[in-house]
Each structure stands twice: as C-alpha cells, then as structure tokens.
C-alpha cells in the first residue's frame, strides 16, 4: 500500500520566480492538505483540496494555489517566490468519506529561494 | 499562526528513562494529535485522542487530555535512541474542517 508521495524532493529557485509541487495522496484517500514548515517551527496549514475544490484555507496569500486532479492528487503552485518561501512543503492527505480524521504526511520538498 | 504551545522546547534524556511533553491549546477542540518528525522529514502519526477522551495508550505511548485546562501530554516510557525525533501536537477545530494546527513541537534527544 504506497504511502503518500510527493515530488520533487529538493529544490531551488530564485526570487521571482514560480514553482509547482506535486502530492499523490495514499491509496483510498480522498483529500489532501497542505503545509508549510518553516525550519524550527511546526507546520502551518495552507489549504486542503476535496472532490477538485478547495475546501479550506489558512492564512497564506494568493500568490498561493492549488489544485486537485480527479484522481485526487495535487499541486501546489507559488508564483513570484520570496526569500520567505523558502521551507518544507508538506502534503497530508486522508479520507474525509469515512470520518477518518488522521492525516498522513509525505516526505515533504524541500524548497530554497536564493 | 499555531494555537498550540509546547514544553519544554528540548528534552534530553538517557535511553530507557522516561520522557514527557506538554502541549497546551487556547479554542475548542474536535481532536488532538500527536506526531513524530525525523530530522526534517515527513510527520508520522502517533495517537489521536478526542475532545471527550481522557487517556490513551499505544505501545510505549501513553497520551492524556484535560479538557478543562486545555492540555495535553505525551509520555514514551523507556525510551530508545531510535526515539530522538521533533514531536508535535496538532489540533483539529470543534468545527473539524480538516485544518491541524501545529504547536512548535518538543526536540527529544536520547542519548545512549
């Protein structure tokens, strides 16, 4: 049973530009969230996509997006990078039809803006 | 911005002594979570308890829950080197959209 994955686990960008990340949930799982974790700190929640659409969202600009595929896995979009961005990204997905409230976390990507 | 508040920040102990942390949190809560990160990587979840639970156990884990305080605490019973890790407390709102809010989490380091 694959766990959640994402990619790229690594990566680096300059100011300005734009980055994309991709969350395939766990199989069966229909929601995936997303999380920001800057270093030292606990993750703080981005938004969560069901059925294609965003369903919740932190307190993140709109330089942040997303999106869910029919086959439930994600994107996360940053436009015009800031020095700021620079963190772990991670994506959780669980099964919202059944109640589950657990959220199982990917390896994250790491991502630095020079 | 992260409701729960954690202590101590670090904790270093010697292999098969106990371990504790606290996590405190400020609104109404759906449920309370408890969670394991390796050197930056990816979270592993450890035990959920709910708002109505007051105890729970799993393995070497045992969790507590005082509603009325607003806390909680994680205990690893005879700890093993395999067990330094960041461990975090996240909430899930009364309202249980889906959003975890993470507390700054407790570094644990055993030492051999």
């Known amino acids: 049973d694959a766990g959640v994955t994402q990619s790229p686990t690594h990566l680096i960008k300059t100011r300005g530009q734009q980055v994309t990340l991709r969350c395939s949930p766990k199989s069966g799982h229909d929601t995936v969230s997303w999380y920001q974790q800057a270093l030292g700190q606990g993750p703080q929640f981005i938004f969560q996509?069901?059925?294609?659409?965003?369903?919740q969202r932190g307190n993140f600009p709109d330089r942040f997006s997303g999106h869910q595929f029919p086959n439930y896995s994600s994107e996360l979009n940053v436009n015009a990078l800031l020095l700021g961005d620079s963190a772990l990204y991670l994506c959780?997905?669980?099964?919202?039809?059944?109640?589950?409230?657990?959220?199982?976390f990917g390896p994250g990507t790491r991502l630095l803006v020079l | 911005s992260q409701q729960g508040e954690e202590d101590p920040q670090a904790l270093s102990i010697q292999e098969g002594e106990n371990a504790t942390m606290n996590c405190s949190y400020k609104?109404?809560?759906?449920?309370l979570q408890w969670y394991r990160q390796n050197s930056g990587r990816g979270l592993v979840h450890l035990i959920l308890?709910?708002?109505?639970?007051r105890e729970k156990h799993s393995g070497r884990l045992r969790v507590t829950h005082d509603t009325s305080k607003k806390s909680s605490s994680l205990l690893i019973t005879a700890s093993r080197a395999a067990d330094t890790a960041s461990y975090f407390c996240a909430t899930l709102g009364s309202s249980n959209t889906g959003k975890l809010i993470f507390g700054q989490g407790t570094t644990l380091q055993v030492k051999p």
């Open positions: 996509y069901y059925e294609e659409e965003e369903r």
């Open positions: 959780a997905s669980s099964l919202v039809a059944s109640g589950e409230e657990t959220q199982y």
């Open positions: 308890i709910r708002s109505n639970e």
């Open positions: 609104t109404s809560i759906n449920n």
